[in-house]
C-alpha cells in the first residue's frame, strides 16, 4: 500500500473553504485515493473517493492530478463541527480482500468562530 | 441509514482476563475488519475477514487475538490474557463486495473502549 503523507493540523475559521493535500508519490496503477473524517470517540467515516481528476458529492471535492502524486480534499465553508481528524488512504478497492485501509496519521483541522 | 453496531461501548477488564468485542455488521456486507486506535495514536489494521476466514492480519494480531463469526451475524474479537497495552478503542468495520465504478467505502461502528487495568 502506498504511503501517504498529510500536515499534522490545520487551523480555519467558521465560513472559509479548507484544502487538505496529501502527497503519495508511489501510488500503484490501480490505487484509488479516499478520504476519511474522524470525530474524537467515534469510527471514521467516509468522505470522497476518487481515481482521477475531480470528483464532488455533498460535503466535499477531491482533486486529482495527472499524475496522481497528491490529492487535494477541499470542504467548502466549513463549520465547527466539520473540526475533525482527517486522513488520506490510497489502495486498491476492488482487487484486495484484505486491508484496503491503512491509516497514517491524518491531519487535525480546528475550525474557529 | 445502516450501521455496524458494537457491543459494549465501553468494557474493563483486569489484566489476563479475556475479552470478547463484539460487532453487528451491516446485513449484505461481505468484508469485515477490526482496527484499533490508541489514545491519541492513528487507527491501527488489525484483521480482515472474507468467506469465513481471515484474509489478512498485522503483526499486532498475534496468537492472543482471534475472530469469529459464530452465527452469521455478529463478527467477534477475542483478546486472551489482556495487557494493559491492549487499552484503546477498537473499531469493527463492514463493506459490501466492490463492483467497478462503485465507492468502496467501509462503514465503522462507534467502537468498543477497552481499558484493562
Known amino acids: ?113 | 441509514e445502516p450501521e455496524v453496531t458494537q457491543t459494549p461501548s465501553h468494557q474493563v477488564t483486569q489484566m489476563g482476563q479475556e475479552v470478547i468485542l463484539r460487532c453487528v455488521p451491516i446485513s449484505n456486507h461481505l468484508y469485515f475488519y477490526w482496527y484499533r486506535q490508541i489514545l491519541g495514536q492513528k487507527v491501527e489494521f488489525l484483521v480482515s475477514f472474507y468467506n469465513n476466514e481471515i484474509s489478512e492480519k498485522s503483526e499486532i494480531f498475534d496468537d492472543q487475538f482471534s475472530v469469529e463469526r459464530p452465527d452469521g451475524s455478529n463478527f467477534t474479537l477475542k483478546i486472551r490474557s489482556t495487557k494493559l497495552e491492549d487499552s484503546a478503542m477498537y473499531f469493527c468495520a463492514s463493506r459490501v463486495q466492490p463492483a467497478t465504478g462503485m465507492n468502496t467505502e467501509a462503514f465503522f461502528g462507534q467502537g468498543t473502549r477497552l481499558t484493562v487495568v
Open chain 1, 1 to 113: 500500500l502506498a504511503k501517504t503523507t498529510q500536515p499534522i493540523s490545520m487551523d480555519s475559521y467558521e465560513g472559509q473553504e479548507v484544502n487538505i493535500t496529501c502527497s503519495h508519490n508511489n501510488i500503484a496503477t490501480n490505487d484509488y485515493i479516499t478520504w476519511y473524517q474522524q470525530f474524537p470517540s467515534q469510527g471514521p467515516r467516509f468522505i470522497i473517493q476518487g481515481y482521477k481528476t475531480k470528483v464532488t458529492n455533498e460535503v466535499a471535492s477531491l482533486f486529482i492530478p495527472a499524475d496522481r502524486k497528491s490529492s487535494t480534499l477541499s470542504l467548502p465553508r466549513v463549520s465547527l463541527s466539520d473540526t475533525a481528524v482527517y486522513y488520506c488512504l490510497v489502495g486498491d478497492p476492488y482487487n484486495n480482500a484484505g486491508n484496503m485501509l491503512t491509516f497514517g496519521g491524518g491531519t487535525r483541522l480546528m475550525v474557529k468562530p
